[in-house]
């Protein structure tokens, strides 16, 4: 956007002097003949149930007076003389119009009269429309079971309207127990509900609240509903075992009678490379099975999906060191606003969207023509407005490119990042956890950064102009459009997203927002958010930077929070009303590359795919076990650059006090090795319970899907020969499947790698 400086200037004013001229000649007054011109419509529509029509206007030399002066529903109306609104005495009822010709037109004729009695009458015809005055009609059942110790309750709660439904609980013995998200109805316990402690209104496990649902013409209907608590057997032995921390020299293994599967899962805590631990045991894996579970190869059929390329991350990263500090004195003089330019439609324009990396200076740039703005949208980060722009050369039938945006894409992608309504779009689900993109705090603090516009960008371009439909970098936020341009020439100066037109209009056969491509980038929109307002809140107001590793595993685990609000199968490609694990043999989603490269360090990061999916897996054991949204903001809001921002955020809940980084990757490796068990421990090896796994903030309630590692194709890499660990990674390792007695395992190993054995029925 284009700044103007708005400052305080002194003018010297000056003494204008007029003569009176002599003469005492007289002059005659021509009478005013001319009478007053309309300038309002002479057709008007308005919905039922509202008395204000319209403010009649006419121009004239002098005052003008208003009047009804006739037409046929006449005494249906009353107009303001001064200001020349005009009104219905009644608000008019579609069901019963009381218009002479009973359909709902109605005509008056008003009159505008100046200070010389010249007149001019205007016929206006008032069209009266009707409104959605049904109420909503619950579809769903009104009886709920749910067992214990689990927060997730349902998301079957639907009711059928003809315009979007907001959800809210309005009363009930219980009411005070429960929340639910105001816009997919997902139903939830607010705390831990325990069988044994009762904790309802009438101490029988059966918590009653009453849902209310209302359409955005405030019609309502409420719905008593019943949720009864069941009791689990706490007693019941577990399928799994953890043995800790295992030494060097030999460990026995007692596994009784019943057939287990023992793995070894060995921990690197230093930042090089461990040597080659030696593992004997007497218990050996099957020629069958050695060839089994030995690393399987690369994948070649998975999608390539990045979110930037090397040189934009790099600058992201990197871009703190040009800020350019506001001269404080300066501010108490000069303030800056932004021009109230907002982008018009049809407008066209150049963006750059390549620069020199060392100059700044702009090498690539693209023609783009303003498709959609959806302007003065309510949300509770104040007032926003999105402008979206499409590359001239991706627009329209016949465009150079392999596929071609329309304006219905265009339209899809807008209503998904940000329309009407709280809690129903990307841009609200992602600043709950996070807070706001941008504001004036920004240039306050650097002066060579853009002022708050509240408006945000999205440029719909062929990111590295090679016309791939399936695969490739799909989108990024690159802060260099966040500088000015006499910091960055080649800046747009705009908050804005880069997002890959071609497979953004790559359909399945007709192009629908739910085919897989379309829904990848809404889904990439999520992600890039997140880096949005991570530069902002981390980079600019607390002046820390934060390694890739990190920042990329809060825009992966964003899209795992929002996928069953956008609707996509998400980072587990499973689909998104299926809180369960999904089925075996599974090749979509992230893990089935997090499979095959489950051994690298995880704080490395060399911006491939298989970086993308061992944070994402990380992310989403983190989401599961520590807090939800909530561990995702804390690691955000805090000072620290590494994985103290994660030690920060994880030892603020109660199951993470006291914990290192490094026990937090060896629990991780251990629950993956666990994920094929839902009778795992709750915040602390728990990827996998049959269901949905929910979080609340605010009235947004985020829903985590269960993960399976050992129903994707590829299964995990467990090895059965050792070999170097990776810094702050894990090796899995197979002794045996279907191991009985005692075994023995006789281990040599560094002093800097912990090792635990996993048994499994």
């Not at 206007?57 to 002066?69: E, G, L, N, P």
């Not at 010249?118 to 009886?143: G, L, R, Y």
């Not at 620290?640 to 026990?663: H, L, P």
């Not at 390792?733 to 006789?746: A, E, H, P, R, S």
Request: with cysteine; aromatic share 10%.
């Amino acid at each position: 956007m284009q700044l103007k400086l708005l400052s305080t200037v002194l003018f010297v004013g000056m003494m204008i002097l007029a003569g009176c001229g002599g003469g005492g000649g007289g002059s005659t007054t021509t009478p005013d003949t001319t009478a007053p011109i309309f300038t309002t419509s002479d057709s008007v529509l308005i919905p039922e149930n509202q008395i204000d029509v319209i403010t009649a206007h006419a121009t004239d030399t002098s005052a003008v007076t208003y009047s009804i002066s006739g037409g046929d529903d006449q005494s249906k109306f009353f107009i303001n003389s001064s200001s020349g609104d005009l009104i219905f005495n009644i608000a008019p009822d579609f069901e019963n119009p009381t218009d002479v010709g009973t359909n709902n037109v109605y005509e008056v004729t008003v009159a505008a009269t100046d200070t010389s009695s010249n007149q001019t009458q205007q016929m206006i015809s008032i069209t009266v429309t009707d409104i959605d005055e049904a109420p909503p009609v619950f579809t769903s059942n009104d009886a709920y079971v749910t067992p214990e110790n689990k927060r997730y309750i349902s998301s079957e709660i639907n009711a059928q309207g003809i315009s979007e439904i907001l959800y809210s609980i309005s009363g009930g013995d219980d009411s005070s127990k429960f929340a639910i998200d105001s816009y997919d109805a997902t139903l939830m316990f607010k705390g831990f509900p325990d069988y044994d402690i009762v904790g309802d209104f009438d101490e029988d496990n059966i918590y009653q609240a009453t849902i209310t649902a209302t359409d955005t013409q405030t019609n309502n209907a409420s719905q008593d509903i019943t949720v009864t608590l069941t009791d689990v057997d706490e007693s019941i032995p577990k399928t799994y075992e953890v043995v800790s921390n295992l030494s060097n020299g030999v460990t026995t293994l007692n596994l009784g009678s019943t057939p287990k599967d023992v793995y070894l899962l060995f921990t690197n805590k230093d930042t090089v490379n461990s040597s080659t631990p030696i593992v004997t045991h007497n218990k050996f894996v099957s020629t069958q099975s050695q060839k089994e579970y030995t690393s399987q190869p690369q994948i070649e059929s998975i999608p390539k999906i990045l979110h930037a390329p090397d040189y934009v991350q790099e600058f992201n990263s990197n871009s703190r060191n040009i800020f350019v500090k506001t001269d404080k004195n300066l501010q108490l003089k000069v303030l800056e606003i932004p021009d109230k330019n907002q982008d018009i439609l049809g407008e066209v324009k150049s963006f750059c969207v390549d620069i020199n990396q060392n100059t700044g200076n702009c090498i690539q740039s693209t023609t783009a023509t303003s498709k959609k703005v959806v302007s003065s949208i309510v949300t509770n980060q104040g007032v926003k407005t999105l402008n979206v722009w499409v590359s001239n050369n991706s627009f329209g039938v016949g465009c150079s490119k392999t596929r071609c945006i329309t304006q219905d894409m265009v339209d899809e992608l807008a209503n998904s990042f940000l329309h009407n309504g709280l809690n129903n779009d990307i841009y609200d689900w992602v600043t709950n956890v996070y807070g706001e993109e941008w504001t004036s705090a920004a240039n306050a603090k650097y002066s060579n950064l853009i002022t708050e516009s509240n408006e945000i960008t999205i440029l719909l371009t062929d990111i590295d102009e090679d016309n791939s439909a399936n695969g490739g970098v799909v989108g990024f936020f690159w802060s260099k459009d966040n500088f000015k341009t006499s910091s960055i020439p080649g800046s747009n100066e705009r908050v804005m997203f880069y997002i890959d037109s071609v497979m953004f209009a790559n359909g399945d056969n007709t192009w629908d927002i739910d085919d897989f491509w379309p829904k990848e980038l809404i889904s990439t929109l999520s992600h890039e958010f997140q880096h949005m307002i991570h530069y902002y809140q981390k980079s600019i107001l607390l002046d820390t930077g934060t390694r890739t590793w990190i920042n990329e595993m809060l825009s992966e685990s964003t899209e795992d929070l929002v996928a069953t609000k956008i609707r996509h199968i998400g980072p587990r490609g499973v689909d998104y009303t299926d809180g369960s694990a999904g089925d075996p043999g599974n090749t979509y989603g992230r893990y089935p590359l997090f499979n095959v490269n489950n051994t690298l360090s995880l704080t490395s990061w060399n911006n491939q795919l298989e970086d993308y999916s061992k944070v994402n897996a990380f992310g989403a054991y983190l989401i599961r076990n520590y807090g939800g949204e909530k561990v995702l903001h804390d690691i955000m809001y805090n000072s620290f650059d590494d994985e103290q921002a994660v030690m920060y955020a994880v030892n603020k809940t109660i199951q993470g006090t006291g914990k290192t980084f490094d026990d937090l990757i060896h629990e991780w490796g251990v629950s993956v090795l666990l994920s094929d068990h839902i009778d795992t421990q709750r915040n602390q090896y728990s990827y996998n319970t049959n269901d949905f796994t929910a979080s609340l903030k605010g009235q947004t309630i985020y829903k985590m899907g269960s993960i399976n590692f050992f129903n994707y194709s590829p299964e995990p890499s467990i090895e059965t020969l050792m070999n170097t660990i990776a810094p702050q990674g894990n090796y899995y390792y197979l002794v045996g499947k279907g191991l009985t007695g005692d075994t023995n395992i006789t281990i040599t190993k560094d002093a800097n790698v912990v090792v635990s054995a996993v048994i499994k029925e």
